[in-house]
């Protein structure tokens, strides 16, 4: 919410004072304090007839067509979080690189929009739910160091990690008790036990 605003704003200057890029019409109605979803789509086709707004898929929006792709997975499916490769690689646990924006998400699916390809992996709701090692900003949730370490070994059995000088061992440790899995608590202890 945006506190202090004159009233003689309008819904776009509202929108661009947040630093909001990428929004869909339910975070509008929020901003704009509206319950009228139909004014709103309203607004929505106003601004994008006039070059104000674009179109990126349907019921996601942007303000600039250079976007965040962190901001788009968010929105694709929501709720989700960046986490697995992309977050590995964005922590530098991993150096490899990957295109694709791994997420997680309480159903799988894959999404390409520009070329890019979003892969939505699905996990157990009651860990889903759980907010432990998640890192969230404004405009999206992505997964910490130890939360991407644990959902990558709970997806995948023995993954190689590059660079594990940062994690913190003691976290490491809670947040794989969140997945009441033996196999992934074996291995982040035989994890740990060659990072010290």
Same mark, same amino acid.
């Given at each position: ?8 704003? #309008? ?12 929004? #869909? ?15 709103? +789509? ?26 965040? !792709? ?16 992309? !977050?590995? !690689?964005? +922590? ?9 924006? +791994?997420?997680? !998400? ?5 999404? #390409? ?35 991407? =370490? ?18 913190? #061992? ?21 994890? =740990?036990?060659? =990072?010290?």
């Amino acid at each position: 919410m945006v506190d202090n605003l004159p009233l003689q704003m #309008t819904k776009l200057e509202i929108l661009q004072k947040t630093g909001l890029n990428v929004f #869909t019409p339910d975070d509008l109605m929020v901003l704009w304090q509206s319950s009228d979803k139909r004014s709103v +789509h309203e607004s929505i086709k106003d601004y994008i007839r006039r070059g104000r707004m674009f179109s990126v898929r349907r019921g996601i929006y942007l303000l600039d067509k250079k976007y965040d !792709a962190f901001e788009i997975a968010q929105k694709l499916i929501s709720p989700s979080y960046i986490s697995h490769y992309t !977050a590995l !690689a964005y +922590h530098g646990i991993i150096f490899q690189k990957y295109s694709e924006i +791994h997420s997680f !998400a309480p159903y799988s699916k894959l999404v #390409t929009l520009d070329g890019n390809k979003y892969i939505y992996h699905k996990l157990n709701e009651e860990i889903f739910t759980i907010q432990d090692g998640l890192i969230i900003t404004d405009k999206y949730t992505i997964a910490g160091p130890e939360r991407a =370490i644990c959902d990558t070994l709970y997806l995948n059995k023995s993954v190689a990690f590059d660079n594990l000088r940062n994690i913190d #061992t003691s976290k490491l440790i809670n947040i794989s008790k969140i997945y009441n899995n033996k196999r992934l608590e074996d291995e982040i202890n035989v994890l =740990i036990l060659g =990072i010290k």
